[in-house]
Structure formats: C-alpha cells, structure tokens
C-alpha cells in the first residue's frame, strides 16, 4: 500500500463545532485530495491540491476548507460541522504531473456529527 | 465539469458468469479511466484502467473496453468468483490537477 495515513479514523463531535482531518503521506507525490463517500453517491471531490498552498475547489467544497502547507501533509476542515457532513472521507494522492493516473486512497474517516 | 454515470447500481451474478458494468462520461478531454474495487470497510483499490489512445486492455480475468466516440467505458469480468464480491466504480479524468470523477458505484454480488 501506498504510504497514505488518515487520522482520526472515527470521529463524532457535535453540531457547530469546527473539525480538522489530517491527511499524511510519504511518497512525496504532488497531488492530493479529499472525497467524501455517501450511500448512492459515490465518491465526491470536496477539495484537491496540486502543490504546497496550491488548492482548488471540487464539487461538494461548500462548508469545507483546506490547506497544505507541507507536501506531505493535507487538513480538511469542517469551519462549523452540520448533520449533512456526516459521511466517510477518503484522501487521496497521485503523482505524475502532466498525466492523469492511479490514485492512491487512505484508509477513511469516519465521521459522524450529532 | 466532467459528469461519469455508472450502471447498473446493483448486480448479482451465479458463480462462473460474466458480469459488465457500463459508464458513460461527458468530457471529450478526459483521457484517463481507472476501475476501482470497494471491498466492505475498506478503502477503493485500483483493478484496471485504461488510456484514451487504447481501445481494449484485459488483465487475466478483468478487461475493460473503451468507445471514445460514444464515451462509454465497461467493465468485464469473467468466471466470477465470491471474492469477486463488493462495490466498483468507474472513473474518469483529464482534466487540471489530474482530478478523478467517479460513477456512484455498483454493487457486485457472486452467488454460489
């Protein structure tokens, strides 16, 4: 497996407060990204990025921020959690720039919000 | 933004069938498409994928095909087995930040 590490891996926490997830990994590849898994959904893109403070919006970023401020390291943060982000979240990187490919998943993170 | 539907939702198969799994995506760039397995509690790991430039690619008892000009991509197994057992989904990407689009999933179940 890919040197990919989620943490927590369960959360519950209450409406309102903020949450931070943290995404580590040590491949030293370039891209990285948050997804959420949701029943009849899929996996959703919240953020990505594609470099130290470099990150871009994905289609389900409402409510959520990001930031990268080392290669290996990726924070998604709920600002103020709601019922509706109760869900599982996926990181992921890949790593040739230039070339879509294989996407490495972390292990998840399951949160619930009460 | 790039749109991947994924059918059917759920799929059950007798051991020893073939099962295909379609996908159709919206982008004309997108050049990269990758199937990923989902085994209950884990995390999505990568079977197969395929490029635009190739039409067909197998790897023992999986291939996928691929149609640009319709843009539709399957999945085909063949002699499935119990293990064969859990969720795939399809993928499509291309676009900047070499972003995935994933299909909602289908739900694969090998009957003995």
């Known amino acids: 497996d890919a040197g990919i590490t989620q943490s927590p891996r369960h959360k519950v926490t209450e409406t309102g407060t903020p949450v931070t997830l943290r995404c580590h990994q040590t491949?030293?590849?370039?891209?990285m990204y948050w997804y959420r898994q949701d029943p009849g959904h899929g996996l959703r893109l919240i953020h990505y990025?594609?470099?130290?403070?470099?990150?871009d919006k994905g289609e389900v970023s409402d409510g959520y921020s990001v930031s990268r401020s080392k290669t290996e390291d990726f924070l998604l943060t709920l600002e103020s959690a709601t019922s509706s982000q109760t869900s599982v979240y996926f990181c992921?990187?890949?790593?040739?720039?230039?070339?879509?490919?294989?996407?490495?998943f972390g292990q998840g993170t399951r949160l619930t919000v009460v | 933004g790039e749109n991947v539907e994924q059918h059917p939702s759920t799929l059950s198969v007798q051991e020893g069938d073939s099962a295909v799994i379609k996908c159709t995506y919206s982008?004309?760039?997108?050049?990269?498409f990758p199937w990923y397995k989902q085994e209950l509690g884990k995390r999505p790991q990568l079977i197969i994928d395929?490029?635009?430039?190739?039409g067909e690619k197998k790897d023992q008892r999986i291939a996928v095909t691929l149609n640009k000009t319709a843009k539709h991509f399957s999945l085909h197994i063949t002699e499935t087995q119990p293990e064969d057992s859990a969720v795939y989904f399809c993928?499509?990407?291309?676009?900047?930040?070499?972003?995935?689009?994933f299909g909602t999933g289908t739900q694969l179940k090998v009957e003995l």
């Open positions: 395929i490029r635009s430039n190739v």
């Open positions: 491949e030293n590849h370039r891209y």
């Open positions: 990025s594609y470099g130290v403070k470099d990150t």
């Open positions: 992921a990187i890949s790593g040739n720039p230039g070339q879509a490919s294989e996407a490495f």
């Open positions: 982008d004309s760039a997108s050049n990269y």
């Open positions: 993928a499509a990407s291309g676009g900047g930040g070499n972003k995935l689009t």
